[in-house]
T-cell receptor, first 113, second 113 residues
């Protein structure tokens, strides 16, 4: 069965520091991969999605970037964090074969101080 | 752009009773998917139920069912025989292609014993 791993679970970083969040999927090949962000008390907002290695699309302009160096690995990065980057970040995956659901990781709570 | 609106920030229900969560959406598409996701205190997003827009029959999953009104662009979730484990944030979501989801603001559901 397919599983998704996301780490770390919690992260506290100072303003101006770099960021790297990692997500990996097991049990499937060539998944669609997504990064969503959830601000406090709000719904999720799509940040990036990828349909293949080195194929990244950005949904909103921001201080963040994403990379997909391997088929089942998706990384969210920043060179210099802002206070406004605080939030709950969720990685998700889906198939490209007529299954419309997204399946989510357990998320990373990022606090920028 | 598609939008999803959940007008009930909070709802509460007595254990074993029935509760309905509301959701409306806006789209010009004729074929799409709608979802309800549950986010318990662990923060992981769990798929509850999905509805294909081309299907007139309302989706049902055990105690969870939807009332899908395509012309009215309404998609409500009914939880029957509410259980303490149903307490969570519930998000309505629209699929705008692949697994690119647009989420509502969420409804916090409390179950009173």
């Amino acid at each position: 069965s397919q599983t998704i791993h996301q780490w770390p679970a919690t992260l506290v970083q100072p303003v101006g520091s770099p960021l790297s969040l990692e997500c990996t999927v097991e049990g499937t090949s060539n998944p669609n991969l997504y990064w969503y962000r959830q601000a406090a008390g709000r719904g999720l907002q799509l940040l990036f999605y990828s349909i293949g290695i080195d194929q990244i699309s950005s949904e909103v302009p921001q201080n963040l970037s994403a990379s997909r160096p391997q088929d089942r690995q998706f990384i969210l990065s920043s060179k210099k964090l802002l206070l406004s980057d605080s939030g709950f970040y969720l990685c998700a995956w889906g198939t490209g074969q007529g299954v419309p659901e997204a399946f989510f990781g357990q998320g990373t709570r990022l606090t920028v101080v | 752009a598609q939008t999803v609106t959940q007008s009930q920030p909070e709802m509460s229900v007595q254990e074993a009773e029935t509760v309905t969560l509301s959701c409306t959406y806006d789209t010009s598409e004729s074929d799409y998917y709608l979802f309800w996701y549950k986010q318990p205190p662990s923060r992981q997003m769990i798929l509850v139920i999905r509805q294909e827009a081309y299907k007139q029959q309302n989706a049902t999953e055990n105690r969870f069912s939807v009332n899908f009104q395509k012309a009215a662009k309404s998609f409500s979730l009914k939880i029957s025989d509410s259980q303490l484990g149903d307490a969570a944030m519930y998000f309505c979501a629209y699929n705008q292609g692949a697994q690119k989801l647009v989420f509502g603001q969420g409804t916090r559901l409390t179950i009173n014993p």
